[in-house]
Each structure stands twice: as structure tokens, then as C-alpha cells.
């Protein structure tokens, strides 16, 4: 069955321009996820959607990150002004009862 | 807040069990989790444990829960290298949020 899908897959951008990274989740997961990992480094976590409940957005590393959840389904992660510093894979989780189901990541390069 | 902990490095020999550890701080967690993200993959459910249980063996896995002190432990018999990876320890209460652990690298050496 389909998983958990996220474009692009990579995106190299400039310092200083924004970008826009989507996470489409599994069908009927009520909690979406987003994380951050850096090369060779463990996840961190950025913010936390259930339902209809307000995220959580104690993970945002400053205010240049925000994210959105769409009627409960798709996410967009925006990253504003983007600094070197926030080269990592992102990766979007979703869940339903328990388990988590991470998607592939998008590999974000800023030079 | 919760949090969750592991060491970040362990290496074994081939053949060898290793033994990966976690602490936890939430006494309310309900389900306990073991992830596995081999090298350049994404993490995948490796196993779990329900808090009202002690153990959990599944094959080459095993489980371990102790609940007063707040620690989970996995341990694999016969290590392989393809069990190279990093594994991640997390934890939850039913419905909430996910935490996990930093992860600790484990490298197998033939």
C-alpha cells in the first residue's frame, strides 16, 4: 500500500532563498511529524500535528521555520531565508494507533 | 518534558551479542519502541514493547523493560553486519506525541 511520500526528494537552494518541502501522509493518520537530521547525527524534533489540535511546535529551531497541515492530510514545511546551517534531510512521520511510518526525507543542500 | 536516552556509539564483534541501552523519563509512557535506519535509508519499526510487559522476544531480538528504573535495553544474538545501523530508542503515551532517543551507531566488525 502507499506509504508515507515526500517531493523533493532533493533540492539544492542558494543562501538566503526560501523553500517549501511537502510530506504527503498515509491515509487516515491523524499525526504527522516532522524532523531533522543533520549527516551522521540522530533526529530532532521540529513540530507535531494531531488531529485538530493545535501543533506543537516546541522543536521549531527559530522563526524562519513554520509548517502547515491542510485538512488533516498533506503537510508543507517552509523554511524562510535559508542559512547553510540548515542543510539536513527532513523527514515526515505519520501515525495511527502506534507505530510511526517515516517517509524517504528530502535532502536539502543550502550553498 | 520527556526525554529520552541512549549512548551513541557501540561496536561488537561479528558473532558477538550486542546490547543497546535507553533510559526514558516518562513514567506514564505506554509503548516503547526500537527503530532501525540502516545507511542511507529511513527509519523503519524494528520492534516494540507495551509497558505492562518486562519482555518482548522476536527471533535474534530481545526486549528488555524494566519500569522502575526507566530503561529499555535490545539486545541482538549473533550479530551480523548487517545489523549496522543506527538503532533509535522512543517512547509514547497512547494518542500523544513520539519522543525518540539521539540513536546509537552500531558497527559490527567482521
Known sequence: GAGVSQSPSNKVTEKGKDVELRCDPISGHTALYWYRQSLGQGLEFLIYFQGNSAPDKSGLPSDRFSAERTGGSVSTLTIQRTQQEDSAVYLCATSGAYEQYFGPGTRLTVT | ?110
Not at chain 2, 505506554?30 to 509497558?51: M, R, V
Not at chain 2, 503515551?93 to 532517543?101: D, L, P, S, W, Y
Open chain 2, 1 to 110: 518534558g520527556e526525554d529520552v536516552e541512549q549512548s551513541l556509539f557501540l561496536s561488537v564483534r561479528e558473532g558477538d551479542s550486542s546490547v543497546i541501552n535507553c533510559t526514558y523519563t516518562d513514567s506514564s509512557s505506554t509503548y516503547l519502541y526500537w527503530y532501525k535506519q540502516e545507511p542511507g535509508a529511513g527509519l523503519q519499526l524494528l520492534t516494540y514493547i507495551f509497558s505492562n510487559m518486562d519482555m518482548k522476544q522476536d527471533q535474534r531480538l530481545t526486549v528488555l523493560l524494566n519500569k522502575k528504573d526507566k530503561h529499555l535495553s535490545l539486545r541482538i544474538a549473533d550479530t551480523q553486519t548487517g545489523d549496522s545501523a543506527i538503532y533509535f530508542c522512543a517512547e509514547s503515551i497512547a494518542g500523544q506525541k513520539v519522543t525518540f532517543g539521539i540513536g546509537t551507531k552500531l558497527q559490527v566488525i567482521p
